[in-house]
């Protein structure tokens, strides 16, 4: 931690690179690699290296880009430095209680303390968690990395569209094939019905017409993605019907507009939590902007026929919307 943020003290550089390279890029000649200005913070002059393949304002975005990476970098470093000092204080605490200790009540207060603050882990033979964690940062591999520790003999892998469901295959797929002898996986939707693979990936339309052909046993760990959606009746058919040993749960967003309380499907246990700001801070996602869009007037959706997300629904508006009639 403490080599990062010795690495962290280049940001204020950056910085003042990009400031003087928008202060005085009109004298940079095109294709240059280094021009040499003078820092007004300091009253000398400084050479800054260009790339030659850039522009003026180009370089300068560059620059820019640094600082702010090594800024975040440089606050969220801090703030892990404050948290593991105060962490190792409290461990220091503990041992000294631990030297004094003179009663076995006193050990078993210890130890509760210890387990409370998560150094020691509760066995408390949960079936079911809720990971929360942002979109983009890797809740499909949480389950993979999981499911690798469990080793289950059958395992189902639920969500509601199809495109999201052929990539969390390839992440199993990719990682599982690797790692364990004997994996086999498939597809359980409209157009495809594997059912003798250790690792079956559903769609939950099909799985919630299709769901009594398995026997309630069948599958000893259950996947539902985009759990969000887990409160609807189709769902609620299907997690009523099979008896896996552990059911996880994956979402960005738990909270529901209709008041649906996601949270007691999995027995309000969230084994992980990691909100967009933790993400970003984190650089587990890309930094973004959000545009909010006002609906263009004259356009009547009644006509719109097919499953927004589907390749198909982009197909056949886009016709539409370049005055093709719909079908």
Do not use: W
């Amino acid at each position: 931690l403490l080599k990062q943020l010795e690495d962290t003290k280049k940001r204020e550089k950056y910085r003042i690179y990009g400031e003087l390279i928008n202060t005085y890029g009109y004298d940079i000649e095109e294709g240059a690699r280094s021009f040499t200005a003078l820092n007004y913070y300091t009253n000398e002059e400084i050479t800054i290296p260009l790339d030659e393949t850039l522009s003026a304002r180009e370089n300068s975005i560059k620059y820019f880009d640094r600082y702010n990476k090594l800024k975040r970098t440089f606050e969220s470093t801090n703030n892990m430095i404050e948290e593991v000092s105060a962490e190792i204080a409290h461990l220091e605490s503990i041992s000294n209680s631990l030297d004094i200790a003179l009663s076995e009540a006193y050990l078993s207060q210890i130890k509760e303390e210890l387990s409370e603050y998560g150094y020691i882990k509760r066995k408390t033979g949960a079936k079911k968690a809720l990971a929360i964690a942002a979109t983009g940062s890797g809740k499909t591999y949480m389950s993979v990395f999981d499911a690798l520790q469990v080793k289950p003999n059958h395992l189902l892998f639920i969500v509601h569209r199809e495109d999201i469901l052929k990539k969390a295959k390839e992440s199993f797929d990719t990682i599982c094939s690797a790692t364990e002898e004997n994996y086999s996986s498939g597809f359980f939707t409209g157009s495809q019905k594997d059912k003798n693979c250790k690792y079956l990936f559903a769609t939950r339309d099909t799985l919630s017409r299709h769901y009594k052909e398995f026997d309630k046993n069948a599958f000893d760990y259950i996947v539902l993605d985009e759990a969000h959606h887990a409160s609807s009746e189709s769902y609620k058919n299907i997690l009523a019907y099979f008896t896996p040993d552990f059911l996880l749960g994956l979402t960005a967003t738990p909270e529901r507009s209709d008041n649906g309380d996601i949270y007691s499907i999995f027995d309000n246990n969230v084994a992980v939590e990691i909100r967009l700001r933790d993400a970003l801070s984190h650089d587990l996602v890309c930094p973004f902007h959000y545009f909010g869009l006002t609906d263009a007037e004259g356009i009547d959706y009644s006509k719109i026929k097919t499953e927004p997300g589907t390749s198909k629904y982009y197909r056949r508006n886009c016709k539409y919307a370049h005055g093709e009639p719909p079908r």
